[in-house]
């Protein structure tokens, strides 16, 4: 029996047609066994590349922070890097293709982090490992026994994990990595408010005050007991290990010049923070040029409100007002919680009209316990909160008129907005607790601009406070990189910055021991939000009157954390097919 020619033409095309399917098929397999692979891996190490600090909690054993540790993980990352260089990332598809090109990217860029020197500072101003594992249990939900027998094995690990970074600290002393001496002063006693006499005031047996009735009564005792002797015997003496060691040999070696410059490297290492934090190829130059062009602009906008207001007197004469009339502070820290709850829940119902999709997750508000304001997103496990923790130890800090700004930036439409609706999306589960600051810090500073959209900021001396809040993070371009790539003091920081904003005087000179201590960190804020502004700019002219804003605002947030060049190119994309 012959074939016609058509017939046999049908075969050869449904043959490549097959071929070209199992090729597909093969690849899409490669690809998701890779990704299964590398979370799992992740999770045994507890250690995620690129996720908030602010959001870490215990799970059983700690993750190893010493160098065998370290060695580990950059070499399976190289393994990783090499195998997935054999998966045809064009057999893929659309979706697993921007899997794909994030994934290379956050391989490539953790397989340079173990280049430099972050192991050598695992404390900042604000934080540390110790208060990050001091506020672990306040993020954690304890609802069952298994969780309450992890919690014993995190604390019984603890003298491991506190002494690997003593290592880490006493290397950085050797080689000259250590922090500025003046940012530093009285930093122990973020060390020593854990150094308690009562173990039942620890905030390491926060846990068993209440437990859950479905655990009896003789194992809620055993449990409080275990947890008791854990916290006498084993971490409080670690923590006055650590105290001594800190006041004794680090501080005594502490640096005496405020840039990262100055130490052995500097210079490479503050690009390379740059790099990481910005996600972009900025220069120190180009970055404090942009940041000095965007004071003079926000300076334009707070002179209006100053007239506006009727106020008499200079640009100084008015900051001077709001850092010392009583009318702008609190002095009742429930007072504080409330107000900030109430903003919440106007901006919750404005919510449907600028965004289509809204996440399931709730947050709460609390008092932070290491001071300072931000947030911590949930575990993802559907049985924990994010939380929005507020300053309400110093109220002095803590204006009224930054209260909307701060808290669209932390809850709504903000990060928790953000890191929420990332976890509920479907993509691959290390995307969904991915952390690029840029892209976080600035969607956050975006949602602080975006609330005057939506109504908010009535009050001018508010919206005085939300350019206020703008100008600062614009200053930040100034300072950071004058303080670390141009030889700034602290003092000439700490004048600047309280010259240009209407922060109050503690938190000026807070923020910059901040930007002392955690280099370039503060860039991403300004960084980032210029870039979606930039997008959203770019929408709206090439698609006129069919610019659908809450359709732009989905499509910044539906693939979660991206690198900016990234995020930039898939906006582009949308862009072409909303206009055809």
Known sequence: MKLSKMSAGVLILSGLFC???????????????????????????????????????????????????????????????????????????????????????????????????????????????????????????????????????????????????????????????????????????????????????????????????????????????????????????????????????????????????????????????????????????????????EVARIRKEMQQIIKQVGFKGEFKDFIQFLRTDEQFYTDNALDMLEKASYITRKMAAQLPKWFSVLPRQTFDIKSSPNGGAYYVASDGSGTTSGTYFLETKDLASQPLYTLEALTFHEAEPGHHFQSAIAQEVDMAEFRKTLYHAAYGEGWGLYSERLGKEMGFYQDPYSDFGRLTYEAWRACRLVVDTGIHAKGWTRQQAIDYLAENTALSMADVIGQIDRYISWPAQALSYKIGEIKIRQLRAKAEQALGNKFDVRAFHDQMLKNGSLPMALLEELTMDWIKQQKS
């Open 19 to 293: 071929a070209s399917s199992a090729i597909a098929n093969q690849a899409s397999e490669q690809f998701t066994q890779l990704l299964d692979e590398h979370w799992q891996t992740a999770n045994k190490e507890q250690i995620f590349f690129r996720k908030d600090p602010d959001a870490f909690r215990m799970k059983g054993k700690l993750p190893e922070m010493s160098a065998h540790g370290r060695e580990r993980r950059s070499k399976y990352n190289n393994e990783l890097l090499s195998r997935i260089k054999n998966i045809d990332v064009m057999q893929l598809s659309a979706a697993d293709q921007v899997t794909y090109r994030l994934f290379k990217y956050e391989r490539e860029a953790e397989a340079k982090s173990y280049q430099f020197q972050d192991h050598l500072y695992p404390l900042t101003y604000y934080s540390g490992f110790h208060s990050y594992f001091a506020g672990a249990p306040a993020n954690m939900s304890f609802l069952t026994e298994q969780d309450y027998r992890n919690y014993l094995i995190s604390l019984a690990d603890y003298p491991r994990y506190n002494q690997e970074h003593i290592v880490d600290l006493k290397q950085a002393i050797a080689v000259g990595h250590t922090h500025y001496c003046e940012s530093f002063k009285a930093y122990e006693k973020s060390i020593s408010k854990h150094l308690v006499d009562n173990v039942e005031d620890s905030v390491f047996y926060a846990p068993l005050l209440n437990m859950p009735k479905a655990i009896s009564a003789a194992q809620q005792t055993k449990y409080r007991q275990q947890v008791k002797t854990l916290i006498s015997d084993t971490v409080l003496p670690e923590y006055q290990a650590f105290y001594d060691f800190f006041t004794k040999e680090y501080m005594t070696n502490c640096r005496t010049t405020a840039g990262i410059s100055s130490v052995k490297g500097g210079d490479d290492y503050y690009q390379y923070l740059i790099e990481y934090y910005t996600t972009t190829q900025l220069s120190a130059d180009e970055i404090h040029q942009t940041g000095l062009d």
